[in-house]
């Protein structure tokens, strides 16, 4: 256990519903990323934040996806109009600025499966 | 950030130990290399990281070349559930945040 907690482990949703997933890092923790990951891929990067501010966003993540961290501590990523195509693991991790390197930590995922 | 090589898989006996390769030629001095793992269906899990200087820690060792052009992992006694993906990714420190992750070495520990 990392102590980066993500909720649901699992969802199964029908093509066109919302989604919305949570993440809970480290406490101390003031950087948080949303990676997603397909079979047999790596996980991709798809957006952070810095405290509460989201710097940056990837291509991957579409005008569906929108992710906020209110008061810097938790986070959540929102699918609207769910696509078959966004069946994947939602990994977070989360980082303390400064600690030399910066290690990232990982949450055990939350796997969507969208019908 | 620099781009890694690894070997696709490895197989390695229960109790012996498991050197994973990776290449990063193109690594800038500011550059960490960073070990993670994935063991089927959870989250990636840290297992070290350096700079410069061979690292250990409780889970594995770090020995990075001179040049700094590769490394290698070792699991000094391979267990069983040390068989999982495992990943070399290139980072700087400070601002280049995203880790980038290739397909990894799958390591397979067999009894």
């Known amino acids: 256990d990392t102590g980066v907690s993500q909720d649901p482990r699992h969802k199964i949703t029908k093509r066109g519903q919302n989604v919305t997933f949570r993440c809970d890092p480290i406490?101390?923790?003031?950087?948080l990323y949303w990676y997603r990951q397909t079979l047999g891929q790596g996980p991709e990067f798809l957006t952070y934040?810095?405290?509460?501010?989201?710097?940056?966003k990837s291509r991957l993540l579409s005008d569906r996806f929108s992710a906020e961290r209110p008061k810097g501590s938790f986070s959540t990523l929102e699918i609207q109009r769910t696509e078959q195509g966004d069946s994947a693991m939602y990994l977070c991790?989360?980082?303390?600025?400064?600690?030399?390197?910066?290690?990232?930590?990982f949450g055990p995922g939350t796997r969507l499966l969208v019908l | 950030d620099a781009k890694t090589t690894q070997p696709p898989s490895m197989d390695c006996a229960e109790g012996r130990a498991a050197n994973l390769p990776c290449n990063h030629s193109?690594?800038?001095?500011?550059?960490?290399v960073y070990w993670y793992r994935q063991i089927h269906s959870q989250g990636p899990q840290y297992i070290i990281h350096?700079?410069?200087n061979n690292e250990t820690n409780e889970m594995a060792s770090l020995i990075i070349t001179e040049d700094r052009k590769s490394s290698t992992l070792i699991l000094p006694h391979a267990t069983l559930r040390d068989t999982a993906v495992y990943y070399c990714?290139?980072?700087?420190?400070?601002?280049?945040?995203?880790?980038?992750f290739g397909k990894g070495t799958l390591l397979t520990v067999n009894p």
């Open positions: 193109t690594i800038s001095g500011n550059e960490y």
């Open positions: 991790a989360s980082s303390l600025l400064g600690s030399g390197g910066e290690t990232q930590y």
């Open positions: 406490s101390e923790h003031n950087r």
């Open positions: 350096g700079l410069k």
């Open positions: 934040f810095q405290n509460e501010a989201q710097l940056e």
């Open positions: 990714i290139v980072k700087s420190g400070g601002s280049n945040y995203k880790l980038t």
